[in-house]
């Protein structure tokens, strides 16, 4: 089954729709840079000094105060949107359920941005970034990011750190970055979170699990396989260890949470069985993408 076809974009370009009349006027997009200098947008007026140009002089304000201003301008710059999608062997479990979801989302939100005439730009990343496509513009260009986001494969071991410093090297434009993955790491997620946060890089965390994963449903002996390492490990899962690893689970995910909160960055968790426009509308109403 195809991942990006007509049903997809439709359903894409109704959460466009949707976005502009549940925020009318307060799109994510309007955080763009302000710089005062000439452009098409009136601003302010200054008061004239020798050398500048007669032909910024507001001369409807001279004819009826006889006062020489200069009319300064509003110049609108774009805003860069970064997606980090997380390609390691671990998002391939369960038939690659969560990378096809991050490809999902990944997609929409930039369908937003394009369409909010934003710059959109994604990498893909386990343990350095293995395929990107550099910022782009223009709602038409999302046919390129379909086919970028669809070649994309799970595999390798995951490096946050190595991974968000090459990404960091290679666009020197500051400006949105959206990570999206299971955040399986034997080394942890801080230092790479917190890298792109000193990056002067505005974080977003969509954090992606299989049902699955914090309920296995399995009992009795087991065989666990890392999905990355190929590590194997022997057990027999009996109720009161299979309590145990949910509550771990759940207080892994809590940590996290308030982990991106105590550093301001927006973070959501969500399983592969929430339909993924649900979520894209939680991000919207939180506050990313939309102001």
């Keep these: 089954m195809k991942l990006f076809d007509e049903a997809f974009l439709k359903k894409i370009e109704y959460l466009y729709v949707m976005s502009k009349k549940v925020f009318t006027g307060k799109l994510r997009a309007e955080r763009k840079t302000r710089k005062v200098a000439s452009g098409m947008e009136f601003a302010d007026h200054r008061n004239y000094a020798p050398g500048d140009d007669f032909r910024a002089l507001d001369w409807r304000v001279y004819a009826r105060t006889e006062k020489l201003l200069v009319r300064l301008f509003e110049e609108k710059e774009d805003l860069a949107i970064y997606f980090l999608i997380d390609c390691s062997g671990s998002m391939h479990f369960n038939d690659d359920a969560k990378l096809n979801y991050a490809k999902k989302m990944a997609a929409a939100l930039g369908f937003i941005g394009l369409c909010n005439q934003d710059r959109v730009s994604y990498a893909a990343f386990n343990g350095n970034v293995i395929d990107r496509l550099p910022l782009t513009s223009g709602r038409g260009q999302i046919y390129k990011i379909f086919q970028f986001l669809e070649k994309l494969e799970g595999t390798g071991q995951t490096s946050f750190e190595e991974a968000f410093k090459s990404f960091a090297s290679q666009n020197k434009r500051r400006g949105v970055a959206v990570v999206l993955s299971d955040f399986y790491n034997p ?34 002996d087991v065989s666990l396989v890392d999905a990355e390492t190929g590590e194997r490990l022997d057990l027999t899962m009996t109720p009161r260890l299979l309590s145990k690893y949910k509550a771990a689970f759940e207080a892994l995910c809590l940590k996290m949470e308030a982990y991106c909160v105590s550093r301001h960055m927006l973070y959501f968790r969500t399983p592969v069985a929430v339909p993924f426009d649900e979520i894209v509308l939680k991000v919207f109403r939180a506050g990313g993408f939309l102001k």
């Excluded at 974080?203 to 009992?219: A, L, R």
Aim: charged share 20%; proline share 3%.
């Design 187 to 220: 080394a942890g997620y801080e230092n790479a979170l917190n890298f792109l946060h000193y990056q002067q890089f505005e974080t977003y965390v969509i954090h992606i699990m299989d049902e699955t994963e914090f309920d296995p449903g399995v009992h009795g």
